[in-house]
């Protein structure tokens, strides 16, 4: 599905049917949302092209008019468009079902190498002596179950206001492991295309089953992308942390992420993330900034109905004054690889499989803050 009419249409495609495809995009560009669908709408009856009706539905959504959009949006998915339509019409499908509620679910089977992160050197030397680490627990593989339960619901008439709730973790066999995230935020959106909208939020993190933290906190988003599937979304957010055991990490983190991507081949969207943030906290030695970096590839096949996506971040960390125990200032550097694969023309109930798999290695001057860490996860996820 092209941005040319003339495509859908073949040898028949007139000059007329393309200038009025071309007038339906203007309307749409200058506000002129019901302008634009009665014009989509006209050409769509005589066409009956794939691609208009696409540019109908739209228009129609712009308009406010959520559930004759909705019919024709499923009507075009119907019509197998390639994949990177697909991810644009399920983009406005979920908008739409917030408005009657939505909820979403997903799970699947996850082995984690290293979940708290624990070092996995054997000896440490800490001020010239050398010590035998013992963190306690089994070193080896842990098999937990992922989970994700995820809603969201207008609650304004106008449709600006949006509600949503999440709780995701993963659970192992040994609840030493276990992590949950539980989060509610309220949004207002300003605009839609493109999108900008403020985020309040709260989430409490527990952490082998016990609260870890709890952190309220504000955000600003701005998103915006292209027919070509080219992206590029900021994120703007502070908070603040309280940790109920460890009282001297209380206090403010604040961070700013950005990122990008371009399609350079047919099923080939490169693209980068940058991110920075900042840590200030009741004790220095704790307070920290970190500086992100990651190279993103997104892959998509026709031929196997296979997507995939690659990534490699690397992260410095350096923290505020020295450890209070080690006596040195701890600096991090943190390399990571992450592959997905995920099979969207099998599904169960709407949830297609996918395998996620991360390889990360941290390595700190303090030696007992580096590790290594692997995982697998197995799961069903939503897909349209």
Do not use: C
């Amino acid at each position: 599905m092209g941005t040319s009419f003339a495509h859908d249409e073949g040898a028949t495609a007139s000059f007329n049917y393309q200038a009025r495809f071309e007038e339906g995009l203007k309307s749409i560009n200058e506000g002129r949302y019901l302008a634009a669908s009665e014009i989509f709408s006209s050409l769509y009856s005589q066409t009956n092209s794939p691609r208009v009706k696409l540019e109908w539905a739209r228009s129609l959504y712009l308009a406010g008019q959520k559930n004759q959009s909705e019919k024709l949006f499923k009507e075009v998915l119907d019509s197998d468009p390639p994949f990177m339509v697909k991810e644009r019409i399920g983009g406005y499908l979920d908008d739409i079902a917030i408005t009657k509620g939505k909820f979403d679910y997903s799970f699947g089977l996850m082995v984690d190498s290293n979940p708290r992160t624990i070092t996995n050197s054997q000896v440490l030397n800490i001020f010239g002596q050398s010590f035998k680490y013992d963190p306690g627990f089994n070193r080896g593989n842990q098999l937990g179950l992922n989970y994700l339960l995820d809603g969201s619901k207008s609650l304004d008439d106008s449709e600006k206001i949006i509600g949503h709730f999440s709780v995701g973790g993963t659970k192992f066999d040994t609840s030493f492991f276990d992590k949950t995230s539980v989060q509610g935020d309220v949004t207002y959106r300003f605009s839609d295309e493109p999108r900008l909208q403020a985020k309040l939020g709260l989430e409490r993190y527990y952490f082998g089953g016990k609260t870890l933290y709890d952190s309220p906190s504000i955000g600003l988003r701005h998103s915006s992308g292209d027919e070509a599937g080219g992206y590029w979304f900021t994120d703007l957010k502070t908070g603040q942390m309280f940790y109920p055991e460890y009282s001297y990490m209380n206090g403010n983190l604040s961070s700013l992420t950005t990122s990008f991507g371009k399609p350079f081949f047919p099923g080939v969207t490169l693209g980068l993330e940058l991110g920075i943030d900042r840590a200030r906290v009741n004790q220095n030695s704790y307070a920290f900034h970190t500086e992100t970096f990651s190279g993103v590839v997104n892959l998509i096949s026709v031929e196997y109905s296979l997507k995939s996506q690659i990534k490699l971040t690397g992260a410095y960390r350096k923290y505020g004054d020295a450890d209070p125990i080690f006596g040195d200032t701890r600096i991090d550097r943190r390399n990571g690889i992450y592959l997905s694969f995920i099979k969207p023309n099998i599904k169960f109930f709407d949830l297609a499989p996918s395998i996620d798999l991360g390889w990360e290695k941290n390595n700190s001057n303090i030696e007992i803050y580096s590790y290594r860490r692997i995982t697998t996860v197995f799961s069903l996820k939503k897909v349209y």
